[in-house]
């Protein structure tokens, strides 16, 4: 079944540094969505980037997708400590018709000041 | 800047009762969407709503649930017979289109005693 999977589950970097994260998923998509989310609260919607599109920025972030290895990368450039959350990769099916988006495991990113 | 608002943002209920979660999604949105994410696991899909019927459920929303748009700008999550496992954070979201960005709530947060 389509699944976004992220790798690392877990990473810790100082700020300033940049930080990747990785997305995997099984099946055609028709795109693929970033989200973070803050310890507890909502979701917040960062970049869409669909399938005959290859790389895609905004502000400090910059994401490329590769639809031959079925994979994404999220870099987030010159991380601030207000960056610490979780990074969601969410998938949205070629095949669906009703906008249901698979969500992954998730990043929790830690920036340490 | 236009946002899916969700209404309670905690609520407690004994097993068995009926809860209904509210939501406003974004008013020139036309699909909207309940997710739910139980502590410490990813987000899962529920359900997608589109043209005033469900588009796509998954296998988690069974009988006990049901979702209602009752005038032009409330959504609402209605579970009859709450149990222990329904004890989880539940998003409400909203799209222009199905394969458009989808922007979340804060979330209601649904503990079962």
């Known amino acids: 079944s389509q699944q976004g999977e992220e790798?690392?589950?877990?990473?810790?970097?100082?700020?300033?540094?940049?930080?990747?994260?990785?997305?995997?998923?099984?099946?055609?998509?028709?795109?693929?969505?970033?989200?973070?989310?803050?310890?507890?609260?909502?979701?917040?919607?960062l970049i869409l980037i669909r399938s005959n599109e290859?790389?895609?920025?905004?502000?400090?972030?910059?994401?490329?997708?590769?639809?031959?290895?079925?994979?994404?990368?999220?870099?987030?450039?010159?991380s601030r400590a207000a960056d610490t959350a979780s990074y969601f990769c969410a998938t949205s099916s070629y095949y669906n018709q009703g906008g249901?988006?698979?969500f992954g495991q998730g990043t929790e990113l830690s920036v340490k000041p | 800047e236009p946002e899916v608002t969700q209404t309670p943002s905690h609520q407690v209920t004994?097993?068995?009762?009926?809860?209904?979660?509210?939501?406003?999604?974004?008013?020139?949105?036309?699909?909207?969407?309940?997710?739910?994410?139980?502590?410490?696991q990813k987000v899962e899909f529920l359900v997608s709503f589109y043209n005033?019927?469900?588009?796509?459920?998954?296998?988690i929303f069974d009988d006990q649930f049901s979702v209602e748009r009752p005038?032009?700008?409330n959504f609402t999550l209605k579970i009859r017979s709450t149990k222990l496992e329904d004890s989880?954070?539940?998003?409400?979201?909203?799209?222009?289109?199905?394969?458009?960005?989808?922007?979340?709530?804060?979330?209601?947060?649904?503990?079962?005693?």
């Not at chain 2, 539940?90 to 649904?110: H, I, K, P, V, W």
């Open chain 1, 7 to 45: 790798d690392p589950q877990a990473l810790s970097i100082q700020e300033g540094e940049n930080a990747t994260m990785n997305c995997s998923y099984k099946t055609s998509i028709n795109n693929l969505q970033w989200y973070r989310q803050n310890s507890g609260r909502g979701l917040v919607h």
């Open chain 1, 54 to 78: 290859r790389e895609k920025h905004s502000g400090r972030l910059r994401v490329t997708l590769d639809t031959s290895k079925k994979s994404s990368s999220l870099l987030i450039t010159a």
């Open chain 1, 100 to 102: 249901k988006l698979i």
């Open chain 2, 14 to 40: 004994q097993m068995g009762q009926e809860v209904i979660l509210r939501c406003v999604p974004i008013s020139n949105h036309l699909y909207f969407y309940w997710y739910r994410q139980i502590l410490g």
């Open chain 2, 52 to 59: 005033n019927e469900i588009s796509e459920k998954s296998e």
């Open chain 2, 71 to 73: 005038d032009g700008s």
């Open chain 2, 88 to 113: 989880a954070m539940y998003f409400c979201a909203s799209s222009e289109d199905r394969n458009t960005e989808a922007f979340f709530g804060q979330g209601t947060r649904l503990t079962v005693v």
